[in-house]
């Protein structure tokens, strides 16, 4: 028999924790408890509960325990605990990385995430003031009845990425569409839809005829040719103003529709009628000047880009560039339509800016093409776009 093992328990005789070795004796301590200590760390233990013995509760009986050591929970609790992504920032957070982190800061940084910051809050605010707006509400929900803004959304995404792909040359006739009926419902349908409300009458003209006066030109090409495409040519031929120019150009133009949507009266405000009559001259007048101008010029020029004569007859014996002259026309038609009389001033002074720059370069080359023959003809027709004005 090997050595006995004297064991502790606690002040309750009958409330077993795993024991604790205090010492090794010789001679029996306890006469309760006998532990014997085995090769697998296991205790054999003989218990004898003396209350349970007193008051005859359950027989008084030996019974042999197998005492395996007590599986704490306590590490796996702070393992999932530690392993939470919320708090092992603060795990890894040190007084030295924020030192260090306060270092690297420069003026650049902390101005640009002031900016964010206050960009982010102003957000925030302006959303939950628009949100607990009623006024919000009620126009949101007579706009999205009458006018529906997805649409138009959905068209403005839908020709921003054709555009990206017509830059490159890999748009298709469809795509080439979508840029162009992207554009006209932000220039005709929106601007007056969103100070409306609704829509009615000029707007929606104005979206088909602007869709028909630019076409033209694709027409005459099929018309022509048998197909949309244009033909290989000497690239000096496609005159270019500068990029900026353009987009100034572009910019002035949507400004113009804007501007010309809050200045005109509601749509139901505007006549109809036999008062539009003139209007409606306009308009004939806008898309005859524009398609004979393309036809003539077609007519004397090589793959309907390259001229092989200076035309002298037509709209050209007026104006030296009336195809220019009809786009300024066309977007003064629709002002004039809406009773915005400040907006037709401002178009007609971004449409002759522009135009004008896109002409000097174009006599430019059609001087070193066809010299004293053309001198001799702008000496003649003294007026690029207005008849007897400019």
Known sequence: MGSPVVVSLNANPCRLFPPIINRISLRHFNKHVVGQLSTDNTFKTTLQCPLLSATNLYPSRNRTHVVQPIKSSYSDTTSSILGNSALSNFENFSLDGLKKAISELNPIRVCKWVVLGYLAVASVKWGIKTLLSPFFWMYFSWTWLFWPWYIAIGLAIYGIYSFSKHIKGE????????????????????????????????????????????????????????????????????????????????????????????????????????????????????????????????????????????????????????????????????????????????????????????????????????????????????????????
């Open 171 to 390: 748009s298709s006739v469809l795509e080439q569409l979508a840029i162009i009926t992207s554009s006209f419902t932000w220039l005709t349908l929106v601007p007056p839809g969103f100070t409306n409300g609704f829509l009615e009458g000029w707007p929606f003209v104005f979206f088909l005829v602007y869709h028909y006066f630019f076409f033209l030109n694709t027409s005459i090409r099929k018309r022509m040719y048998g197909d949309f495409y244009p033909r290989e040519h000497d690239p000096k031929w496609d005159i270019q103003t500068p990029v900026n120019h353009r987009l100034l150009y572009c910019v002035g133009v949507m400004v113009a529709h804007w501007f010309a949507a809050f200045e005109a009266p509601q749509l139901h405000l505007i006549p109809g009628g036999w008062s539009n009559l003139g209007i409606w001259g306009l308009i004939m007048l806008t898309v005859f000047l524009q398609y004979d101008s393309s036809l003539y010029l077609a007519k004397y020029s090589e793959k309907v880009v390259v001229p092989t004569a200076v035309v002298q007859f037509g709209p050209y014996r007026w104006i030296r560039h009336p195809i220019y002259a009809s786009t300024g026309l066309l977007f003064l038609s629709y002002f004039i339509a809406l009773r915005a009389p400040l907006s037709s001033l401002f178009v007609v002074a971004v449409c002759l800016m522009y135009y004008d720059q896109k002409a000097k370069l174009e006599e430019g080359l059609m001087v070193e093409a066809f010299g004293d023959e053309y001198t001799e003809y702008m000496n003649k027709v003294r007026y690029k776009f207005i008849p007897f004005v400019y």
